[in-house]
């Protein structure tokens, strides 16, 4: 489970996104669960410390849950999915484990990002490393619903 936001100003020559809208998030009830949400992920690392805090983890995930709801029957897997996406918040372990050890290297983490193009059908996932390092996975996804995409590397 993951939260991101689109990037405005991707790094290293990554495709520049522009900021996606949706008239979803225009209605005060999403706003307010938007915000709820946002805040909940603010001081989490993306996600490192949420490990650690099961009553964090699970305000996050219902908070999440709250925003499917919201959402519910709106097309998610459109072209306006094709953007640079910024990760904010993760539970997935592999990508936590490499920001958490980022330093065991020599290094601290940059920007962990999403690179997703629907007409490609293609996901790639970033973890910048500065000044000039970058940990990068290709993925392959298929659209499998208006709001699913399953992606295989």
């Given at each position: 489970m993951a939260?991101?936001?689109s990037a405005s100003s991707p790094p290293l020559g990554l495709r520049r996104s522009s900021r996606t809208s949706c008239s979803l998030?225009?209605?005060?009830?999403?706003?307010?669960?938007?915000?709820?949400?946002?805040?909940?992920?603010?001081?989490?690392?993306?996600?490192l410390r949420t490990q650690k805090d099961a009553a964090k983890r699970d305000a996050?995930?219902?908070?999440?849950?709250?925003?499917?709801?919201?959402?519910?029957?709106?097309?998610?897997?459109?072209?306006s999915l094709s953007a640079t996406w910024r990760l904010l918040w993760t539970t997935e372990k592999e990508q936590l484990f490499i920001i958490e050890k980022a330093g065991l290297f020599g290094t601290?983490?940059?920007?962990?990002l999403q690179v997703i193009d629907v007409k490609?059908?293609?996901l790639n996932n970033v973890i910048t490393f500065p000044p000039d390092g970058v940990f990068f996975v290709r993925s392959?996804?298929?659209?499998?619903?208006?709001?699913?995409?399953?992606?295989?590397f």
């Open positions: 939260v991101a936001l998030f225009a209605k005060p009830t999403a706003q307010r669960a938007k915000r709820n949400l946002l805040d909940l992920i603010s001081d989490q690392d993306r996600g996050i995930v219902d908070a999440i849950e709250s925003m499917a709801v919201i959402g519910r029957g709106s097309t998610t897997t459109g072209e601290r983490t940059g920007d962990v490609k059908r293609s392959d996804i298929d659209i499998a619903s208006p709001q699913r995409v399953n992606f295989r």
